[in-house]
Every structure is written in structure tokens, then in C-alpha cells.
């Protein structure tokens, strides 16, 4: 079996991570993996898979962050806004193509285990209206930020072995 068969990935909240170890060495049963939806369990897929690559990765959080949104635009976020939206998405999607990896499926959802567009935010969306590129790259790196802050991929190679993901 080579390395890349016998390896699991999951992304578990980074509170998380110690207490759900303990309790996968313990437990002879447990189902490997937080409960993701397709669309997140791809996005961490990809950034696994381009974890060597930073153009690669670049290109998966930017376009994960405005998968979701090019579709449930804030007011504030309609017109020219969703044409810049729509280009620089347009711009990473053609950037994973060169890298020949498969991206969402059109009825993957929630691309992020975290979107700033939903629940207490909503009001933040439509108050803040980024203006350019550089506060739509803006609004994607907080976003970013805030998920790789608080979501880690682990990798599982045996049950009693656990190794986190190393960030660079």
C-alpha cells in the first residue's frame, strides 16, 4: 500500500484537535472525519493536494471563498462588484485547470466550513461594499485567515497516529 493510499485527511476545528486525538486512539470504532459537505470536504481536498504549490494554493482559497457567494450576493455586492467577483473567480478557476486539478462541482455547496456572508454577519455584507481588488482580496485574506485559524487538516496515517497538518 503506498503512502498516499493509507492516508486519511480531515479538517477538524483547530479547539478541537487534542480532545478528538484522544478520543480516535481510544475509541476502536469511531468514524474518521467531522461531519463536512462535499464542497468543504473538497476544498480541503485540494488545499492538501497543492500544499507544495503556493500559486496552487492561492488559487483554491480565493476561488473557495467566492464559490459560494457568486450566487447569493449581498445588495451591496450586485453589479459591478459581482462582475469583479465573477473575473478573479474566472482568474484561480483557470489557474487550477493549468494544475489539472478538478474544482467544485456546480451542486457542491459551502466551499468553507466558515462564509462571512452567513448568519451574524449578514449586516456586515451589506454595510461593507469592497470597492476594488484590492478590498475584494482583502475581504477573501481575512476570510482565509479566519479558517485557517480556526480549522486544521490532519492527516491520519494508522489509528494510533495522528500528525497535524503543518502550515508554511
Given at each position: 500500500m503506498s503512502e498516499k493510499d493509507s492516508i486519511i485527511?480531515?479538517?477538524?476545528?483547530?479547539?478541537?484537535?487534542?480532545?478528538?486525538?484522544?478520543?480516535?486512539?481510544?475509541?476502536?470504532?469511531?468514524?474518521?472525519?467531522?461531519?463536512l459537505n462535499k464542497g468543504t470536504r473538497h476544498?480541503?481536498?485540494l488545499l492538501y493536494e497543492l500544499r507544495d504549490n503556493p500559486e496552487g494554493l492561492a488559487a483554491?482559497?480565493?476561488?473557495?471563498?467566492?464559490?459560494?457567494?457568486?450566487?447569493?450576493y449581498p445588495e451591496a455586492w450586485r453589479g459591478s462588484m459581482a462582475q469583479l467577483?465573477?473575473?478573479i473567480n474566472y482568474q484561480a478557476s483557470r489557474k487550477l485547470d493549468?494544475?489539472?486539478?478538478?474544482?467544485?462541482?456546480?451542486?457542491?455547496?459551502?466551499?468553507?466550513?466558515i462564509d462571512l456572508f452567513k448568519g451574524w454577519t449578514h449586516?456586515?455584507?451589506?454595510?461593507?461594499?469592497?470597492?476594488s481588488f484590492e478590498s475584494l482580496m482583502g475581504w477573501i485574506a481575512l476570510e482565509s485567515v479566519i479558517v485557517r485559524t480556526t480549522w486544521t487538516i490532519v492527516r491520519i496515517?494508522?489509528?494510533d497516529k495522528i500528525v497535524e497538518f503543518k502550515r508554511k
Open positions: 485527511i480531515d479538517w477538524w476545528p483547530t479547539s478541537k484537535i487534542i480532545k478528538w486525538k484522544n478520543e480516535f486512539e481510544i475509541s476502536e470504532g469511531r468514524t474518521v472525519g467531522y461531519d476544498t480541503m481536498e483554491v482559497w480565493i476561488a473557495a471563498c467566492l464559490k459560494d457567494k457568486q450566487d447569493n467577483v465573477h473575473y493549468e494544475l489539472n486539478v478538478y474544482k467544485w462541482h456546480h451542486a457542491m455547496r459551502e466551499a468553507l466550513p449586516t456586515l455584507t451589506e454595510d461593507y461594499k469592497p470597492t496515517y494508522e489509528k
